[in-house]
């Protein structure tokens, strides 16, 4: 897949190295190409950098890996998104991007992109590497799309990850970043340390 990542930091970065190594087309999508603070990505396999708009337009899956209150610059700076598969990956842990409760419900109002959540319920650390003991570790997503949602499951397949687990509709959004909230709670507020994670057991 040809994929734009907006937002190269802890996430982005994460994502766009282990997408890479699976043969996708990684484009970078920055504010300012010149002043470009993530160029070890550019080590990686078919990774280069781009101005946002034509990361955009190079790209049929976007990644929104940016603080949430980003998106409305983001939203003016992608273009046409029409029919684009849009991951949103934010948390709105410290502000909401007011009016909206998240960043997907921005982009759901504002664009004709095929939106999902997901990525958003884990470390970043567990995007680079999902295996625990040999053990898939699982991730999750949301939202009404069904297309954005076979996508972001093949992506994250292609992480490394289980499987990734259907949270349901939009209206289940906010309990996914909840849920991240729960991670976050346990590894950095109750102290239990970054390298945890969750896994749905059956019997
Ligand atoms: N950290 C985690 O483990 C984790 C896990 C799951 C979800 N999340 C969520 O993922 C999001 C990113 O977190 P992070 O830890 O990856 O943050 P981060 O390391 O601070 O990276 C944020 C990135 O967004 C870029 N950015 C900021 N404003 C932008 C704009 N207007 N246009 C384009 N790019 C912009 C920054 O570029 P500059 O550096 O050039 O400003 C930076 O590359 C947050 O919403 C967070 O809640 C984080």
């Known amino acids: 897949m040809n994929i734009a990542i907006i937002g190269t930091g ?9 997408w890479s190594k699976k043969g996708h087309t990684i484009n970078l999508g920055v504010q300012d190409e010149s002043n470009f603070k993530g160029q070890e990505l550019l080590k990686n396999e078919n990774t280069n950098v781009f101005s ?6 190079k790209s049929d899956v976007i990644l929104i890996a940016t603080q949430p209150t980003a998106i409305f610059e ?5 273009g046409d998104v029409s029919e684009k598969i849009i991951i949103d990956a934010t948390n709105a842990v410290m502000k909401t991007p007011e009016p909206y409760k998240t960043v997907y419900h921005a982009l759901q109002d504002k664009t004709k992109a095929e939106i999902v959540k997901c990525f958003n319920t884990t470390g970043f650390e567990n995007m680079l590497n999902p295996i625990y003991d040999g053990v898939a570790i699982d991730m999750f997503m949301a939202g009404n799309s069904e297309k954005a949602k076979s996508v ?3 992506l994250a397949l ?23 909230l729960s991670w976050i709670n346990l590894a950095i507020m109750q102290g239990q340390g970054r390298n945890i994670a969750f896994k749905v057991l059956r019997r």
Request: aromatic letters at 6%; hydrophobic letters at 45%; one cysteine or more.
């Open 74 to 78: 983001i939203m003016e700076q992608m």
């Open 152 to 154: 972001a499951k093949q």
């Open 52 to 57: 946002i708009k034509d990361a955009v337009a």
């Open 158 to 180: 292609d992480c490394g990850f289980g499987t990734c687990i259907d949270f349901g509709k939009s209206d289940k959004v906010e309990l996914l970043e909840k849920f991240a």
């Open 10 to 18: 802890n996430v982005g970065g994460a994502l766009a190295t282990n």
